[in-house]
């Protein structure tokens, strides 16, 4: 049982150079997010998905696009990287009761350390 | 919007001094989660409360809920070395999905 799986765990990008974050959960959960942590900060939400077939913006979602391709996989794009986006990315999911409501914990991946210069 | 903020930002205490963080929020919270993240980790689910006034207590740790749901506590008693790291206070936006985190309090234990 792997939980929360990220790849690649480290990336350098040049600006303008694209590239998409995966992430896979074994949990069956039905919600997963996108979290970015900068040094010294909280975590910002990118973006959701509160269940298979949905996305949702989070605090941040500008120079991002997420596809939930399946309940495991939920996907974060850049479509052209800015040094703005050096970051460590972090998946999570959650269990969710369905009722509209967080309330149940996060499980987080190991997160991308992502480089732009 | 709602914001979730955290104070201390950063606390450096000496090993066996007791220590505590506090979070605040702008709107009702119709819960709160905490969660713990190890220098170079991710953020680890501490626990979740749900009812005003509500206290719960893992071994050391202390974990409050306001009367009022818009605050929440977490106090240590007796640190150890193990207990560094960030600890985020985290509630859901809008009775919604959405969690959102406050900016953490950083815990630097000395032995």
């Known amino acids: 049982n792997a939980g929360v799986t990220q790849t690649p765990k480290f990336q350098v990008l040049k600006t303008g150079q694209s590239m998409t974050l995966q992430c896979a959960q074994d949990?069956?959960?039905?919600?997963m997010y996108w979290y970015r942590q900068d040094p010294g900060m909280g975590l910002r939400l990118i973006y959701y998905?509160?269940?298979?077939?949905?996305?949702d913006k989070g605090e941040v979602p500008n120079g991002y696009n997420v596809s939930r391709l399946n309940k495991r996989e939920f996907s974060l794009r850049l479509e052209s990287a800015a040094p703005s986006q050096t970051s460590v990315y972090f998946c999570a999911s959650s269990e969710n009761s369905g009722w509209g409501l967080l309330n149940s914990p996060l499980h987080f991946g190991n997160g991308t350390r992502l480089t732009v210069t | 919007g709602q914001q979730v903020m955290q104070i201390p930002q950063y606390q450096h205490v000496q090993e066996g001094e007791d220590f505590t963080t506090y979070c605040n929020s702008s709107t009702t919270l119709s819960n709160i989660q905490w969660y713990k993240q190890r220098p170079g980790g991710h953020p680890v689910f501490l626990i979740q409360?749900?009812?005003?006034?509500e206290v719960k207590k893992q071994k050391r740790l202390t974990f409050q809920f306001g009367e009022a749901k818009k605050n929440s506590s977490l106090h240590i008693t007796a640190t150890q070395t193990t207990d560094v790291g960030t600890y985020f206070c985290?509630?859901?936006?809008?009775?919604?999905?959405?969690?959102?985190f406050g900016s953490g309090t950083r815990l630097l234990v000395r032995p």
């Open positions: 949990m069956n959960h039905n919600s």
């Open positions: 409360l749900v009812k005003s006034g």
């Open positions: 985290a509630g859901p936006r809008d009775s919604s999905y959405k969690l959102i």
């Open positions: 998905s509160a269940s298979e077939g949905t996305t």
